[in-house]
């Protein structure tokens, strides 16, 4: 049985670490992986989330650190400035969203239905954007419209805060997939890192950590942040010299399978409360803000 769990948290490690920052949805992927390896606690889900966000936190490492000790330059205190009005942001209207009683849907239909249109979506962007002048610059209705994108994929699971900041970005006037692919990592980095402490502390004030498995989660950890840096490594070489598009055709193949599950009862349509995946709660695709968590979790 333990050898089995700590397979489970490796395999369960592996698949956010790809699908995290990946255009594809982590959610789906994570909502196919517990049918089989079974539903793991909020503090484990959070958690290898956190290594997913760490790797990505190391490889802009120099990046971040030219912001911080180059603010006297106009063009890196634009660029943070910029950053910052896009975190606040999300977690101004993700505030909103809490007030107004959001809650997520607990079936994997819609979650099936946005991998498709985000699929068909991306490939409407590329080729529109691909008809833009290239432009690295990152405008303030970039910054804008990235920081309402990211609630946006919170409002609706399934369709990737990677996939929706990138696009949007694109769309917005930054022409170049690694200067809006950038800018969306990087404002994913405090989003998702606010998110996942204020879940945390929800969870340690809940007494959600007196059973946890620490074996299983620090190897999930340690493997979810070393196959996301390589990932993610992986992603930025190859958005150079290719497009998006096996990304979008890929979330529609997915759709349909789960689709295609749903309908020979292959996965439960609904989940009920006591056995809802840890997925539907704490995903950064779905919910990728610390204002909007306390609005789903239980």
């Not at 691909?130 to 309402?148: D, E, M, N, Y």
């Not at 990677?162 to 990087?186: H, K, N, V």
Request: a positive charge; zero cysteines.
């Amino acid at each position: 049985m333990a050898d089995q769990t700590i397979v489970s948290a490796i395999l369960l490690g592996i698949i956010e670490g790809i699908t995290e920052f990946l255009p594809i949805s982590s959610t789906g992927h994570l909502i196919i992986a517990e049918q089989w390896l079974g539903h793991r606690s909020d503090t484990f889900n959070i958690v290898i989330q956190a290594g997913a966000i760490l790797a990505v936190t190391i490889i802009y490492w120099r990046r971040l650190l030219n912001l911080l000790i180059g603010w006297r330059e106009p063009e890196n205190r634009d660029y943070a400035a910029k950053l910052m009005v896009a975190f606040l942001i999300t977690a101004v209207l993700g505030l909103i969203v809490k007030k107004m009683g959001f809650t997520l849907p607990d079936s994997a239909t819609p979650i099936a239905w946005a991998l498709i249109i985000g699929g068909i979506w991306m490939m409407f962007a590329e080729w529109l954007a691909a008809k833009r002048p290239p432009s690295t610059r990152i405008t303030w209705l970039v910054a804008i419209l990235v920081g309402i994108g990211q609630v946006v994929a919170g409002v609706f699971p399934g369709t990737s805060r990677s996939a929706t900041t990138i696009f949007i970005a694109l769309l917005a006037g930054t022409g170049s997939r690694a200067a809006a692919t950038e800018f969306a990592f990087l404002v994913g980095i405090p989003t998702m890192y606010a998110a996942s402490a204020f879940s945390l502390l929800g969870t340690f004030r809940s007494g959600g950590f007196a059973d946890e498995d620490w074996t299983s989660l620090g190897i999930a950890f340690v493997v979810s942040t070393i196959v996301a840096f390589i990932a993610v490594k992986w992603l930025l070489a190859f958005i150079q010299t290719n497009k998006f598009t096996v990304f979008a055709v890929y979330r529609i193949i997915l759709g349909i399978f789960l689709l295609g599950m749903i309908a020979m009862n292959l996965m439960p349509e609904r989940q009920s409360e006591d056995v809802q995946p840890a997925a539907v709660l704490h995903r950064t695709d779905r919910l990728n803000t610390a204002a909007l968590r306390p609005a789903i979790t239980p």
